[in-house]
């Protein structure tokens, strides 16, 4: 589920050779263990995710275990994340080995994107034993991956120089534009879609594969091989020479720097529509990177301009237009402990709240115009985890015109007497906006991760305005 997905966040910034005797753990061995409404970023291009979780009391957790196929021993422990300003300076890791738990803790508003020792433990396989980060902390934690490597194959650093790859995204706004070039550098494009490398070889690491047409300055040249700076990533690379022809020099906006923010957001949202990613807030195809899809929690940092004056906010990887951005509103009035805000406006939004602090967020599907979701300050009344929907206990023929009969409706919390509830909608997708009888649905992991947390007389506020 989207909440229990850890993977390996790409490392280019400082590769690492792998070695035979590590591992690295992430949410596709099923071993990993999540607790808590952990939310995912994603880096763009790569199809990696991590997860992220607003400071907390230490009730959410992501446990990565030491892996059963690794034999006992002493290990070099690693972990990543993807640093920014608002990230914790006090990510606490707890290490359960052979000799004791130790408490290890990290700053996560820098080093990020690269792999940081958490240190060197002896690990005995099916012992229970591996690394948790807990959401104890004074701002935003990440769980990246965990890396395990027998002490004998911890490789050294790399002293050659490296060409910069694809920076791991960060949460700061870059603060150059591009590296010191001849003014002589030419620019070309992709002739088509093409990788770009670390070395001027094909057996080198892939650090971007960009599409057809992508601008790239030539630096110099290796044999067959072009030495390019890569606009998209900010960073230098190496591309077969006949894969890239002549231009142009490219709009301004290509080498310009990032803008500065007009405000700044952090907050927990979702995307709406196809949601495309872009390396700089301007409507360019070439300036998209990738497509984040409909309804994916995404992590906001600030609020940009673009060249034209349109908006567009910042996330972990990119830019994002407006109109693929939903955001909470601020509710008219908070209540202690857990309630659910509900918010009609287009795209539906429910948010789960503690207090005042936003916990999660989703798009859900809202009633029709013939069947409206009803608005006002509401309590969960019953809930129901496997449940069947049938119009005719509304006195409506479930084979008639505006009849249902619903099996397996899962998570179903109802909050008025006549049947209008929050649930899994498993028989539509189109979250957001209007399909449902009154109900709120919602996918299966935000349905799984409400009906976990709420409880019956859990305040539910339904609002239109």
Known sequence: MRYALILAIALFLQPITAMAAELVVSSSDLSVQVSGPWQTGTTPGTNQDYLFRTPGAGGATVFWPFPTSLGAGQYQVYANWVSGPDR?????YYVASSDSTQTVTENQQTNGGSWQSLGTFAFTPGSGQGVTLTDSATGIVVAGSVRYVTVSDVPQAATAPQPTATPAPTAAAPTTAVPSTSPDASWTVALGATDLHAGPDAGTDTLASVPQFSYLQVLGYSGDWAYVYNPRARG??????????????PPAWVTAPPPAPVASVEMMGRTVGKASLAYFPV?????????????????????????????????DGGYLAAGSVRLPRPPDRTFS???????????AMLTAYEGSRLVMDTLAIKGTIANQTPTGVFTILRRVQDETMDSGTLGIDPHGPGGYHLEHVLNT?????????????????????SGSHGCLGVDLEDSQFIWNWA???????????
Do not use: C, M
Not at 236 to 249: C, E, K
Not at 300 to 307: E, F, S, T
């Open 455 to 465: 409880d019956i007389g859990t305040p539910v506020v339904i609002r239109n305005s």
């Open 413 to 433: 919390q109802y909050f008025t007497n006549d049947g209008a509830s929050i649930h899994y909608n498993w028989w539509s997708s189109n979250f957001g906006y």
């Open 337 to 347: 402990g857990r309630w659910i805000d509900a918010d009609l406006q287009e795209p």
């Open 236 to 249: 230098t690379a190496y591309v077969r020479s006949n894969a890239i022809g002549p231009s142009d020099p």
């Open 88 to 92: 914790a300076s006090n990510a606490t």
């Open 283 to 315: 409507d360019d195809k070439f300036a998209y990177t990738s497509s984040l899809g409909h309804n994916v929690p995404i992590l906001v940092h600030d609020r940009v301009q673009g060249p034209d004056g349109s908006t567009w906010y910042r996330v």
